[in-house]
């Protein structure tokens, strides 16, 4: 009878670009055509060298800042600034210093003049979900690197997103912690049901914890192929499988470097 309804996509980019200024006033397109949707309840990496607008384009869709050209839309809304709707973790531990976890926790709750009572509860819940319930009075020099990104994603969720925006959140983390805390955050994200955006350097870090990995290339930044990534969650580093895809995405960027040698020939 009537057609099927398909749900609007959590996020929503079309034809984006984003022109920036240097320093000596030159314009560069940092950022060309993006055509990007990331469905609700998805995960998907984007990965890419140095410089090819991974940042720039989180930005945009945390709604810091607006694209030159083009559309970005969240829950098929458009963005025009930060939101309650998103919550965003960057690389460097954006924790307030003077403040012990459960407080940088409940930080942004205050602001949305959630009562105290309500606060607080909120804020042991996520730091019970992020393992942090014994460390909740800790100031963040008290608290290892891996501890402190914890805070941070506890932190991202506290107003209830649907959507979350990590910026390379764990590569300063040693490897070990960090095998650990993408482990933490499949669960996270299976038990909240969240639609990720999750920026990384590591082909590795895509093919464990991405549904779609999005490959980009520079000069200028767009996107250069999505590759689906169809394992079965939990993944394991030493299926053959694995490593099929690890290598599929390992060729996308030697292709990329030589239409480049091309390109520069
Ligand atoms: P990535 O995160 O992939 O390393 P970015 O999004 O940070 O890339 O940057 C993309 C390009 O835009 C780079 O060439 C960078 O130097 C430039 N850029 C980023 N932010 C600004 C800015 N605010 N003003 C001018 N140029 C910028
Ligand atoms: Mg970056």
């Known amino acids: 009878m009537s057609a099927e309804l398909t749900p609007a996509p959590a996020v929503s980019l079309r034809e984006v670009s984003q022109l920036y200024a240097s320093a000596g006033g030159e314009l560069h397109w940092a950022l060309t055509d993006v055509d990007l949707d990331i469905g609700a309840g998805e995960f998907v990496c984007a990965i890419g060298p140095s410089g090819c607008g991974k940042t720039t384009l989180l930005n945009m869709i945390a709604g810091f800042l607006q694209p030159t050209l083009g559309r970005v839309t969240v829950q098929g809304q458009p963005v025009t600034g930060p939101g309650p709707d998103r919550g965003v973790v960057f690389q460097e531990y954006a ?24 606060r607080r509860a909120r804020a042991e819940e996520l730091l019970a979900l992020t ?44 490897a070990l912690t960090r095998a650990t805390l993408q482990r933490e955050l499949l669960r996270i994200w299976e038990a909240l049901q969240l639609s990720i955006f999750f920026i990384t350097h590591n082909i590795e870090e895509a093919v464990f914890l991405a549904q779609r990995v999005v490959v980009m290339s520079p000069h200028p930044g767009r996107i250069h192929e999505i590759i ?15 490593g099929a895809i690890y290598a599929r995405i390992g060729q996308a960027f030697a292709q990329l470097h030589g239409t480049q040698e091309e390109a520069a020939a």
Request: net charge neutral.
């Open 95 to 118: 924790l307030f210093p003077w403040l012990t976890a459960r407080r940088n926790v409940e930080f942004g709750l205050k602001q949305q003049g959630l009562a105290r009572p309500e």
């Open 131 to 174: 393992g942090l319930a014994h460390a909740a009075d800790r100031y963040p020099f008290e608290l290892s690197g891996g501890m402190r990104q914890r805070v941070a994603v506890a932190r991202a969720l506290a107003t209830q997103p649907q959507v979350l925006l990590m910026d390379e959140p764990f590569a300063a983390i040693d």
């Open 228 to 242: 689906e990534v169809p394992l079965p969650y939990p993944r394991e580093r030493s299926d053959p499988a694995f």
